[in-house]
């Protein structure tokens, strides 16, 4: 049974964050035991690897299913890591337990499944070993909260969850959206909850992994899930995100760990500019709303005049001007946009019920019905 302690890998500083660390994929015994052995030369104690791969168009490197078993069997009993796993069916369940396995996870596209989280909750019942729950592959925090009700309910005392981004469909510089206001929220509504990040699903690329690293470490994360290969570019799967241990000890060195809530002075600065941030938002609410209720005169306007709510015109020129104008203020200008959008759809909401109100005070034109 893993413990805290032993989860954690003391860097250099006195803050203790959890590394997992290994290849996407157990690919090969040797593979597999020569990046467990390096990783552990560097200290790290807990080993991931794919057995059975979650591939999004069939065709590619399924992983080395039930026959990868024994050689995570095999780092174990080198190296005396912990060793994990995905799992992502009943029987991969039974078969990760029958081989020692440590500790299990659950992938993204599992968890955006209930039925599959239920099935799996209902095979693991009665055998209280660690699961890491991804998040969802959908930017929904519902979704990863249910799977993670489902897991407990079934016993599971140490639950941890992982952060691993979003699908998206735009071109963004990372492979997954991170959003890291859903997992912020989790972690607001269940301070408990240990949140790890996966930097390697969240960039997609080896050379932005310190990047996103730093910013969980910022955002008081508990630890990290990377992806580490002894060959990254020969990997099987998710070549372009590998790192090799080397790397990962040089970007876990670079990690600037805060400390929260230690220092008071930064504490109480930090208190300073949350407290400017709450009363510019209450300030941004109170516009909102005087905005509002001159659009709601436009929309009595509009409704005496007979004229068409929207007008197309009039909102390209809005969305120009103010992305233009955001953009002298350091907003860029898919930021501004996306806010006058909804701003727009929220006055023509308003703007709409206007219109289908039967009788109404009419202040423009001194109170007509
Ligand atoms: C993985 O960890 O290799 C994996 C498939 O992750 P995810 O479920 O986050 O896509
Ligand atoms: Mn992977």
Known sequence: ???????????????????????????????????ARELSRIGIKIFRAGIWKPRTRPGNYEGAKTAGLPWLKRVK???????????????????ALK????????????????????????????????????????????LWIGAVERIRSAGITQLAVIHRGFSTYRKY???NDPHWQLPLELKRRYPELTILSDPSHISGRRSLISEVSQQAMDLDF?????????????????????????????????LIIRKPGKSIENHLTLEKLRSEIDQMDSELLELLGK???????????????????????????????????GLTKGLSSEFTEKIFKSIHEESIRHQKNIMTEKT???PLTGGKK
């Not at 006195?14 to 157990?26: D, F, H, L, M, R």
């Not at 019942?125 to 699961?131: F, R």
């Not at 905005?291 to 120009?320: A, C, H």
Request: glycine share 4%; hydrophobic share 35%.
């Open 222 to 254: 508990d630890g990290l899930m990377v992806e580490t290969h002894i060959n990254p570019d020969e990997a099987l799967s998710d070549a372009r995100q590998q790192v090799t241990p080397d790397r990962l000890r040089e970007i876990l060195e670079s």
């Open 291 to 325: 905005r509002m209720s001159v659009s709601d005169k436009m929309g009595i306007y509009k409704k005496e005049n007979n004229l068409t709510i929207f007008q197309p015109q009039r909102y390209s020129k809005i969305m120009n001007e103010r992305s233009k104008e």
């Open 77 to 95: 009993e080198e190296t005396g890591m912990f060793v994990c796993t995905e799992v992502a069916t009943p029987m991969h369940i039974y078969e």
């Open 173 to 175: 510089k990372y492979r």
């Open 99 to 142: 081989y020692g396995i440590d500790a299990l996870w659950l992938g993204a596209r599992t968890t955006a499944n209930p039925f599959a989280v239920q099935e799996l909750a209902d095979a693991i019942k009665g055998v209280d070993i660690p699961i890491f729950i991804k998040n969802p592959i959908n930017p929904d925090l519902e």
């Open 1 to 35: 049974m893993l413990n805290p302690d032993q989860l954690s890998i003391k860097g250099n500083r006195e803050n203790s964050k959890i590394i997992i660390a290994g290849p996407c994929s157990a690919e090969t015994e040797i593979q597999t035991l020569e990046t």
């Open 360 to 362: 109404r005070d009419l």
